[in-house]
């Protein structure tokens, strides 16, 4: 089991995408270690991170293959990006704290030499923190978790699917790779964009349970946390994490 008593808070890139408030006063940029440690003190389970590489094969955090000139990260070194390495945070985050790696990977990723891709960086770092965290990998990228399925046996992985992805392809797709789970937009999930063609969610998690998976949605709104959490599903994935975590105390069953 990935996560215990779910459904899990999640904290999307720490606290919440863009600048978030600090409960202290201030505010912290996302995939910061900031951001992350507020997650946690507004009652987070689990926080999640993006991870994409630099051109001096380094792991840095951020979502967008473009840094904040507008330039390719790929095309830079890490210490002239000026985000967090994925390795420091590692190293400064309580090692306790479950990580959701969120890997991003590159156009390069399709030709550069086997050593200097995404999966190749990432692997060796995974084998040490998952002696000191629980870990979960996920990636749009199924090539990816293909690789890391054979690299890091011991970390759990998932499929995310995109927004309005239907789910009858989703949940097979996680399943015939072999992995662990799987992620979903709350876009996929009919609430928000009802579609004849959808199954129930809670027939829809039901199936995948039944196939091994635990099921992500990314990112309810707290008005909508309970939906989710009575469809059966194991994590959600917020920008709103005192919201998530004051509507699911008021909802039936257990809270992560």
């Not at 990580?99 to 692997?123: I, M, N, Q, W, Y």
């Not at 969610?201 to 989710?228: F, M, R």
């Amino acid at each position: 089991m990935i996560f215990q008593n779910p459904p899990a808070v999640v904290g999307h890139r720490g606290s919440g995408s863009g600048e978030v408030p600090l409960p202290g006063g201030g505010t912290a940029a996302e995939n910061t270690l900031p951001s992350m440690l507020a997650a946690l003190e507004s009652g987070a389970s689990w926080i999640e991170i993006d991870v994409t590489r630099t051109a001096d094969d380094d792991l840095v955090l951020r979502h967008d293959p473009t840094g904040a000139d507008g330039g390719f990260l790929v095309e830079a070194t890490a210490a002239a990006s000026g985000l967090p390495r994925l390795a420091e945070v590692f190293d400064a985050l309580p090692p306790e704290v479950p990580l959701d790696v969120d890997v991003k990977t590159v156009l390069e990723d399709a030709v550069d030499a086997p050593s200097r891709r995404t999966g190749a960086l990432l692997a060796p770092l995974l084998r040490r923190e998952a002696r000191r965290r629980p870990l979960l990998v996920t990636s749009f990228d199924p090539s990816l978790l293909a690789f890391l399925r054979e690299e890091v046996p011991a970390v759990p992985l998932g499929l995310l699917t995109w927004l309005r992805f239907p789910l009858w392809h989703g949940v097979p797709a996680a399943a015939g790779l072999d992995l662990q789970a799987v992620g979903v937009h709350t876009a996929s999930c009919g609430f928000e964009h009802p579609d004849t063609r959808l199954r129930p969610l809670d027939h829809v998690v039901d199936v995948a349970h039944k196939a091994g998976l635990e099921v992500l949605v990314w990112c309810p709104k707290a008005d909508a946390a309970a939906d989710y959490a009575a469809a059966g599903v194991d994590a959600l994935v917020v920008n709103d994490v005192p919201g998530v975590v004051a509507a699911l105390s008021d909802s039936p069953g257990p809270l992560a």
